[in-house]
Nanobody
């Protein structure tokens, strides 16, 4: 079973960039869909991006399209979220999550394995 640890969060100015990493342990990482979610104080957790098993497809929240890129390196058991042109409204705790490859990658209910989260703060 895969375990997930996020890193790369921090404080940046609006317009800046960060790259989040999610390191996975386990023997079957490449068979999992991998997703990024975020939660701001007082708000519901929301889907940000996903990359399907093996990396053959991606999907994004409309508000981050063109700014964020999700990728994975199956040889390193790592998924990334490159975040460019960050905005204050991107401020949140970002979570990495995994869904079994037989499940629907675009359904939040599919994600049953979660990392601890990493804080991203964007100041204006």
């Amino acid at each position: 079973q895969v375990q997930l640890v996020e890193s790369g969060g921090g404080l940046v100015l609006a317009g800046g960039s960060l790259r989040l990493s999610c390191a996975a342990s386990g023997r079957t990482f490449s068979t999992y869909h991998m997703g990024w979610f975020r939660q701001a104080p007082g708000k519901e957790r929301e889907f940000v991006a996903t990359i399907v098993r093996y990396g053959s497809g991606t999907s994004y929240l409309d508000s981050v399209k063109g700014r964020f890129t999700v990728s994975r390196d199956n040889a390193k058991n790592t998924v990334y979220l490159q975040m460019n042109n960050l905005k204050p409204e991107d401020t949140a705790v970002y979570y990495c999550a995994a869904a079994p490859g037989y499940s629907a990658a675009l359904s939040v209910a599919s994600y049953n394995l979660w990392g601890q989260g990493t804080q991203v703060t964007v100041s204006s």
